[in-house]
């Protein structure tokens, strides 16, 4: 094998990660056997062996490769799962217009996608009171510091973290009612908006992709080249803005699906096989 050319200015360990992501990415190397070892790389591409070893750093920095101690180099690929973040969904009750949308019901999409993949959910609530950023207090239509608060819902599917949902109200809003409670609110905390007289009629999302900070990597645990995907969404009802939603996802284990208009044609694909984990498998 030759290691393609590129720019003059990239380094030959780099040109040799972009071979390997595109033998990844074609299907060529699957989660059940190791990589070929270092020395055969070497004989494949005819470089160095630091070459063959910066190259694989640079993938196992990227969250694509993982190495097992005494077993070899896998690949490390997360089971992917789409979360409906915004679309047209199945009317539960007929007279029930909490019914026409995942706005209404948040959780239930979680715990109904999970239960579709056949995988565990679990949440661990948290309640803050904090002074509110500069782009939360803007979407809110605060002041810069102003007192908020933040309910945060830390999400594991299989005890593997898959996002970290916050939730900012104004303090006003959210005060004597069980928005203040750390806890699970039955019905979700849109019951206790509807209750209020706010229920969010509309909202707006904004999507970004950035590098975790030192406490998100170490709660994702994943590689140190692995972003996240942030959607940050204003939810309104008739009066104007009620809550920003931020939620944070690992990029290599969640992917956002938004549904746009009539959807009753859509096929539905069946859901790609899970990937086996190579320690587990040894294991048994």
Same mark, same amino acid.
């Given at each position: 094998?030759?290691?393609?050319?590129?720019? %003059?200015?990239? !380094?030959?360990?780099?040109?040799?990660?972009?071979?390997?992501?595109?033998?990844?990415?074609?299907? =060529?190397?699957?989660?059940?056997?190791?990589?070929?070892?270092?020395?055969?790389?070497?004989?494949?591409?005819?470089?160095?062996?630091?070459?063959?070893?910066?190259?694989?750093?640079?993938?196992?920095? *990227?969250?694509?490769?993982?190495?097992?101690?005494?077993?070899?180099?896998?690949?490390?690929?997360?089971?992917?799962?789409?979360?409906?973040?915004?679309? !047209?969904?199945?009317?539960?009750?007929?007279?029930?217009?909490?019914?026409?949308?995942?706005?209404?019901?948040?959780?239930?999409?979680?715990?109904?996608?999970?239960?579709?993949?056949?995988?565990?959910?679990?949440?661990?609530?948290?309640? #803050?009171?904090?002074? %509110?950023?500069?782009?939360? %207090?803007?979407?809110?239509?605060?002041?810069?510091? *102003?007192?908020?608060?933040?309910?945060?819902?830390?999400?594991?599917?299989?005890?593997?973290?898959?996002?970290?949902? =916050?939730?900012?109200?104004?303090?006003?809003?959210?005060?004597?009612?069980?928005?203040?409670?750390?806890?699970?609110?039955?019905?979700?905390?849109?019951?206790?908006?509807?209750?209020?007289?706010?229920?969010?009629?509309?909202?707006?999302?904004?999507?970004?992709?950035? #590098?975790?900070?030192? *406490? *998100?990597?170490?709660?994702?645990?994943?590689?140190?080249?692995?972003?996240?995907?942030?959607?940050?969404?204003?939810?309104?009802?008739?009066?104007?803005?009620?809550?920003?939603?931020?939620?944070?996802?690992?990029?290599?284990?969640?992917?956002?699906?938004?549904?746009?208009?009539?959807?009753?044609?859509?096929?539905?694909?069946? %859901?790609?096989?899970? !990937?086996?984990?190579?320690?587990?498998?040894?294991?048994?």
């Amino acid at each position: 094998m030759t290691i393609p050319r590129g720019t %003059a200015q990239s !380094p030959k360990y780099q040109r040799l990660a972009a071979d390997l992501r595109r033998r990844i990415a074609e299907g =060529e190397f699957t989660t059940a056997a190791a990589l070929p070892v270092e020395s055969e790389l070497e004989r494949q591409y005819g470089v160095a062996r630091n070459t063959v070893r910066l190259a694989v750093d640079v993938l196992v920095n *990227e969250g694509r490769l993982v190495r097992l101690q005494g077993k070899g180099t896998y690949l490390r690929e997360h089971p992917v799962l789409d979360h409906r973040a915004y679309g !047209p969904a199945p009317r539960l009750e007929p007279q029930g217009p909490a019914a026409l949308d995942c706005l209404a019901t948040p959780s239930e999409v979680y715990r109904g996608e999970a239960d579709d993949s056949g995988r565990e959910l679990t949440v661990d609530f948290e309640m #803050m009171i904090v002074r %509110a950023r500069v782009d939360i %207090a803007e979407r809110l239509g605060l002041r810069p510091g *102003e007192a908020i608060v933040v309910r945060r819902q830390l999400r594991l599917l299989d005890r593997e973290p898959y996002s970290i949902e =916050e939730s900012h109200y104004r303090a006003g809003l959210a005060a004597g009612t069980p928005l203040m409670e750390p806890d699970q609110i039955d019905g979700g905390d849109e019951a206790v908006l509807a209750a209020l007289g706010r229920t969010e009629v509309g909202a707006v999302d904004h999507l970004v992709a950035r #590098m975790p900070g030192p *406490e *998100e990597a170490q709660w994702f645990q994943g590689g140190p080249g692995v972003p996240l995907v942030v959607q940050t969404r204003v939810t309104y009802d008739r009066r104007g803005p009620v809550r920003v939603i931020e939620t944070r996802y690992s990029a290599d284990r969640s992917r956002l699906v938004y549904g746009v208009g009539d959807l009753a044609a859509r096929t539905t694909l069946p %859901a790609p096989a899970a !990937p086996v984990d190579p320690a587990r498998a040894d294991a048994q």
